[in-house]
């Protein structure tokens, strides 16, 4: 009897496991996606009182930090345009494909951003 009772039970941890497991992925892509875009809101932030203090947009984000941007462990960002009149950029993250972008400005459109100040993750 014993032996069949452990036996049940590992099936119904198998069904829960081939269930959750999906799941927790899913909530863990969509954490990460809320984080990407996140890091771009504090980048708009920082990019703006940079180009207060030096009437151009920061090319790169590490030039960001006399504004104390940091972004989140494991969040890649690029800026793939800063000017005078705008800028864009990209944040990534190796635990998803997913990337999101954002311009503002007189920069071109990036990514599957439309909309100037409008973030787009794809």
Same mark, same amino acid.
């Given at each position: 009897m014993a032996l069949v009772d452990v036996l049940v039970l590992l099936v119904g941890l198998a @069904? %829960? #496991? $081939? +269930? &959750? +497991? /999906? =799941? @927790?992925?899913a909530a863990r892509r969509r954490s990460v996606q809320a984080m990407l875009r996140s890091d771009l809101r504090k980048l708009a932030v920082a *990019? =703006?009182?940079y180009f207060y203090d030096h009437r151009v947009y920061a090319a790169? /984000? @590490?030039? #960001? *930090? +006399?504004t104390a941007f940091r972004p989140n462990p494991g969040v890649r960002i690029v800026v793939n345009e800063a000017t005078? !009149? &705008?800028?864009? $950029? !990209?944040a990534s993250h190796p635990e998803t494909p997913a990337r999101c972008f954002l311009f %503002?400005? &007189?920069a071109a459109p990036v990514g599957t951003a439309k909309a100037p100040g409008e973030i787009r993750c794809s």
């Amino acid at each position: 009897m014993a032996l069949v009772d452990v036996l049940v039970l590992l099936v119904g941890l198998a @069904l %829960l #496991l $081939a +269930v &959750g +497991v /999906p =799941e @927790l992925s899913a909530a863990r892509r969509r954490s990460v996606q809320a984080m990407l875009r996140s890091d771009l809101r504090k980048l708009a932030v920082a *990019q =703006e009182s940079y180009f207060y203090d030096h009437r151009v947009y920061a090319a790169d /984000p @590490l030039d #960001l *930090q +006399v504004t104390a941007f940091r972004p989140n462990p494991g969040v890649r960002i690029v800026v793939n345009e800063a000017t005078q !009149t &705008g800028w864009s $950029a !990209t944040a990534s993250h190796p635990e998803t494909p997913a990337r999101c972008f954002l311009f %503002l400005r &007189g920069a071109a459109p990036v990514g599957t951003a439309k909309a100037p100040g409008e973030i787009r993750c794809s």
